[in-house]
């Protein structure tokens, strides 16, 4: 069995916010999270920009990014050529 529950610690033991169907006297193993709240000063995009990550590339990245992944000549130089 695994259910989320959010709790509140009190100091001294970690209070549920529902009514949990355990068996008194069992022992469970438990993970703990913190909830991170976002502040004032953090925008939206912050956040996401976080959980997605981002790549730093140069201005050419989406034309040739073949040429970045896979080490293909570059498009443009076949641009040139026409």
């Not at 920009?49 to 989406?62: M, R, S, Y």
Request: aromatic letters at 8%; one cysteine or more; glycine letters at 4%.
């Amino acid at each position: 069995m695994s259910e989320v529950v959010r709790v509140l610690f009190d100091g001294k033991v970690l209070l549920p916010e529902k009514p949990l169907k355990l068996i008194p006297h069992q022992t469970y193993t438990i993970t703990i999270e913190s909830d991170k709240t976002i502040s004032d000063d953090e925008q939206g995009w912050d956040c996401i920009e976080k959980l997605i990550g981002t790549v730093e590339a140069p201005q050419d990245w989406a034309l040739e990014h073949d040429h970045y992944l896979y080490g293909l000549p570059k498009r443009s130089n076949d641009n040139n050529d026409k």
